[in-house]
């Protein structure tokens, strides 16, 4: 499809609202997923570092336990 001149592209033919519509809730989507995506992987490896360091601590003391 052409386009006579860039102000008829962005009327997409009479249908700009639904196209540019579809565009912007398909863009909001796609960055709202992003945002939450790595919120979300942040948030895990938090709790993956604190669990690692609770079971290092569990493993010294009852090292440290077994010993005395």
């Known amino acids: 499809m052409q386009f006579a001149s860039f102000a008829d592209f962005l009327a ?3 249908y700009a609202f639904y196209v540019w519509l ?3 809730v ?3 989507s796609l960055l709202g997923l992003l945002l939450v995506t ?3 992987r942040r948030h895990l490896l938090t709790e993956l570092r604190r ?3 609770r079971e ?3 493993m010294a003391a ?3 336990e077994n010993t005395l």
């Open 12 to 14: 997409m033919g009479g």
């Open 22 to 24: 579809a565009f912007g």
């Open 26 to 28: 398909t863009l909001i």
């Open 38 to 40: 790595r919120s979300r």
């Open 51 to 53: 669990k690692q360091a």
């Open 56 to 58: 290092s601590r569990r």
């Open 62 to 64: 009852r090292s440290l």
